[in-house]
């Protein structure tokens, strides 16, 4: 740690002979467009600057303009665009007064900029450029402002800028230079010169003057990025820079980089923007290329996941600094959680990350890392060149040089980046700007990236407890389902599905998608998964279950609807029923690898008509059919419509082999479109081997019901070779359920007997939802009450379970041979 703090000490001592040695390299490289950009840059670098501006006289010298910046946005600061020359600001006073101004927190509370800027917690300083030249205007966040070094670092880069005279509109007459354009801001007309053209590949008599020409011919990507620039709501005062790709007719796109200032209008003339285009590829190609930094921030806007971020990171660095690896990591309490490595190979590291290796990225205390700790403590970019002291777990990362860049935000530090080489690395002061630059964005964009992982694996949670969580063992068939959430941001989508065991061998086999893709859809999902089950259970037909869903669903009062399709399946007979709601036709891959989309006739979605029919369609499956119900998600993207994916899920479906249906399932789903939630449920059916003997017997009221039953018991059993005790007791069980449905309740009653795998069912069906309630105590007295307690003692077992408009009480029996 001694020699650590020594050689910071010694970074210290030497800092201002750095800034002239690195201000000197400018002043002597040829001249270049972002010659002012790179001088403006050793601010953030050398003098702790979040923010560094060059305000100059434009054309009307009653003001003066940003030219250009370098850091965080101004708009973070209160900072305008422009200032009167005689007004209140500090630009103005120094401009006019020829002197640097310190300003603290306290002295930018009574500036009149202040109310843009509430309770400014930053420092201030400005420093005259030369007599009316402008000014140069750095904040500082650090606390106490702007130290000794710091100020001298800045009066160093004040005499190093040199900004160009201000270009004014271009010539309504005459040529253009033939790599500048000029652009009226108010019609879209655009002037460009021959060079412009041929970067476009664009023939001068083929041109219509106007810019969305241009435009069309660029990336799409890059458009949001252009339209910044030459929209006039967007555009600031000022010098811009950017880099776009423009489509060719052949190979990859071609770079293009911008240069462009706005200009005011004024006395009749519209405001203008000028500049210039250039092949970035002839270009200067070195690390602190502002287009470096332009398109990190491009990748790290549609970084997703922590993963995501170190790959980006990684991209931007690695190949330009030449480094020979990088790490990125997470900091968790004392721990570096390491999230990327480049390259992967533990071999790469040094031995105290492989001994500390967790499964695939090594976890190593900060504690481990003095220096590191003390870096990150700072909240510096910090460079180690060859042969710097440094303990063995970083030693061995750079031994050639290394930089540490914590990356801050929100006021702490998420993470730190970790570059190193092997042969020995002289870091250039431009190098320094941008790894500056790069850790910022790096800081944020982990930051917003550990949200969205946390957040993306808490709806995938809630997702997966609105779903089932494993499919029941079915009769005759196997069933296997999958889901896949959407990739797309963070909402929880609305697709769903469910398998439901019915009495005598049926199974409904479920499918659905609510409207959206928020909390409210996942809420709806649920409800409507459970309604849908609640209502199949009662025993409604497929046809009512889905119209009491509907009503359900306009009662609640939402917005949204839903699609389902509903399959009630005979695992005894391989009949089936099938109602769709809006949804998607089935698809049926035959035994001999045929597939049909099955035309079944649909009603219109749940909850949007209160009068709705839901037709019932019958299908028939044979032995070996599999039965495909899927959603949206998976047959329709931007490239296909739903016919297509339809025909598409029916070919590959056709493919696969159903004797393996996990398989298929996750090959249907290969490849599959994550911009929408996916459902997929596969059902094979196989058939019974051993069907139950069935019969019915309606019951009347009638004076001699009871015994029309037992006469009807007797003589079924005795053709199914039930043996004569078994009979004896089925006709007490017959009875006693028929009686207590007659006394008790009104309507229809029936009686129905199934005998499979050596156990006989008895039940009776009434009208009446109330089920029996077997009582704990009768007395003598007592002229009721004991029906249920004798078919409790004589059976195996017994239950009630509601049907459609009542109840149905049996009994199951063991026949003894």
């Avoid at 000490?9 to 270049?32: C, K, M, Q, Y």
């Avoid at 001994?355 to 909240?379: C, F, N, S």
């Avoid at 007791?729 to 008790?744: Q, R």
Wanted: one cysteine or more.
């Amino acid at each position: 740690m001694a020699d650590v703090a020594s050689e910071g000490a010694a970074v210290r001592r030497t800092r201002t002979e750095r800034a002239e040695l690195a201000l000197d390299t400018l002043s002597a490289a040829p001249p270049s467009p972002d010659r002012l950009r790179r001088v403006l840059e050793q601010g953030l670098v050398l003098a702790g600057a979040a923010f560094v501006g060059a305000y100059v006289p434009g054309r009307d010298p009653s003001a003066l303009y940003l030219a250009e910046s370098v850091g965080l946005p101004r708009t973070l600061f209160g900072l305008r665009d422009g200032y009167p020359v005689t007004g209140g600001s500090p630009v103005a006073e120094a401009h006019r007064t020829g002197r640097s101004l310190w300003l603290g927190p306290q002295e930018l509370a009574d500036c009149p900029d202040s109310r843009r800027t509430p309770s400014p917690d930053f420092s201030l300083a400005v420093l005259p450029l030369g007599p009316a030249a402008g000014c140069l205007l750095a904040v500082s966040e650090q606390p106490g402002g702007f130290g000794t070094d710091d100020r001298a670092c800045l009066e160093l880069i004040a005499r190093a800028v040199a900004v160009p005279a201000p270009a004014g509109p271009a010539p309504e007459t005459g040529e253009l230079p033939a790599d500048a354009f000029s652009l009226a801001m108010d019609t879209g007309r655009i002037e460009v010169g021959d060079e412009i053209l041929r970067l476009f590949e664009i023939e001068r008599e083929d041109f219509d003057g106007k810019v969305e020409t241009l435009l069309g011919l660029t990336v799409p990507e890059d458009l949001p990025a252009l339209m910044s620039v030459v929209e006039a709501d967007h555009m600031s005062i000022g010098e811009r820079e950017l880099e776009f790709r423009v489509l060719q007719p052949s190979g990859p796109p071609k770079w293009l980089r911008l240069s462009g200032r706005l200009l005011e209008g004024g006395e009749g003339r519209p405001a203008r923007l000028v500049g210039t285009v250039a092949d970035a590829s002839t270009l200067r190609s070195e690390v602190t290329d502002v287009a470096r930094v332009q398109r990190l921030a491009a990748a790290l806007a549609t970084a997703g996941t922590v993963k995501d971020v170190g790959k980006a990171v990684v991209a931007a660095l690695r190949k330009p600094l030449q480094a020979d690896r990088i790490a990125l990591a997470e900091l968790e309490n004392d721990r570096l959680v390491v999230t990327v490595l480049d390259p992967p190979e533990p071999d790469a590291w040094p031995e105290l990350w492989r001994t500390e290796w967790r499964t695939e990225w090594p976890d190593a205390p900060v504690r481990a890392m003095p220096t590191l700790a003390a870096a990150l403590r700072e909240g510096r970019a910090r460079i180690w060149p060859a042969g710097s002291p440094l303990e063995p777990a970083l030693a061995d990362v750079g031994p050639g040089g290394l930089a540490v860049l914590p990356l801050p935000a929100d006021g702490r530090m998420a993470g730190a980046c970790l570059i190193g080489w092997d042969r020995p690395h002289e870091f250039a002061p431009d190098e320094r700007a941008l790894l500056t630059a790069c850790a910022g964005l790096a800081g944020q964009a982990l930051l917003r990236a550990h949200a969205f992982d946390a957040e993306h694996e808490l709806v995938g949670m809630l997702q997966r407890t609105l779903l089932p969580r494993r499919l029941p063992r079915l009769p005759g068939g196997v069933a296997v389902a999958r889901y896949l959430p959407t990739t797309e941001g963070l909402e929880v989508g609305g697709d769903w599905y469910d398998v439901i065991p019915l009495t005598d061998n049926h199974v409904a086999l479920v499918i659905g998608d609510v409207q959206g893709h928020n909390a409210g859809a996942a809420t709806l999902m649920g409800q409507m998964r459970t309604a849908l089950r609640a209502y199949a259970a009662e025993g409604h037909s497929p046809d009512v279950v889905v119209a009491h869903a509907n009503r359900l669903l306009l009662d609640m009062e939402t917005d949204l609807f839903a699609t389902c399709c509903y399959v009630d399946l005979d695992m005894e007979q391989g009949t089936a029923l099938c109602v769709r709601a809006g949804h998607l036709q089935p698809v049926l891959r035959n035994p001999d690898g045929s597939t049909e989309i099955v035309q079944a006739e649909g009603g219109p979605p749940l909850g949007v008509l209160t009068q709705a029919d839901f037709p019932m369609t019958p299908l028939r499956l044979q032995t070996g059919t599999v039965l495909a119900l899927t959603t949206d998600g998976l047959v329709e993207s931007a490239d296909a419509d739903i016919d297509e994916g339809m025909d598409r899920l029916a070919r590959e479906l056709a493919a696969a082999d159903p004797a393996h249906l996990n398989l298929v399932a996750d090959a249907l789903l290969t490849g599959a479109h994550r911009g929408d939630d996916v459902a997929l449920l596969l059902m094979r059916y196989d058939g019974m081997a051993v069907r139950p003997l069935r019969e019915s017997w309606t019951v009347w009221r009638l004076p001699e019901a009871v015994r029309h039953a037992r006469r009807f018991t007797g003589r079924t059993l005795r053709s199914w070779g039930v043996s004569r005790d078994t009979i004896d007791v089925a006709l007490l069980v017959v009875s006693e359920l028929v009686t207590n449905a007659l006394v008790h309740t009104d309507g229809q009653v029936r009686l129905d007997m199934s005998l499979v795998n050596h156990r006989l069912r008895l039940a009776v069906t009434d009208a009446s939802p109330r089920s029996p309630v077997k009582p704990t105590n009768i007395g003598w007295e007592a002229t009721g009450g004991r029906g249920i307690l004798l078919v409790e003692a004589v059976s195996e077992d017994w239950g009630t379970v509601p049907v459609s408009g009542g109840k149905q009480v049996w009994a199951d029996l063991v026949p003894h041979a």
